[in-house]
């Protein structure tokens, strides 16, 4: 399951090690605001008939980041203008302030 575009060979392997395993660098896997629920879930590829493996799994042993705060931080400067905001879970609120 190694995936060129997130994991780095290492210089030095292992010489009574399986051909199928490669020794790799601690993989880093970044997203943010295009991170979607798909993203999480097997997905198969019909051009090359191949199943590629989600976010977390390439992150497996290392670490994934979900940088998502810069859209929370537009939503609350625009709310706090046009009043106040509740953050629930997943969904967020705004109310104009009442007259």
Known sequence: MSDPAV???????LED???CWVLCHRPRINV???????MLDLTHERTSGEYL??????A???VI??????????LQSSCSTAGSCCWTGASTSCHSPTA
Request: glycine share 14%.
């Open 32 to 38: 943010g605001g295009e991170l979607t629920g798909s």
């Open 7 to 13: 994991h780095t060979v290492a210089d030095q392997q």
């Open 53 to 58: 493996t989600p976010l977390q799994m390439k």
């Open 17 to 19: 090690l399986d051909l």
């Open 65 to 74: 980041i979900i940088d998502d705060l810069g859209r929370q931080a537009s």
């Open 60 to 62: 497996n042993n290392g």
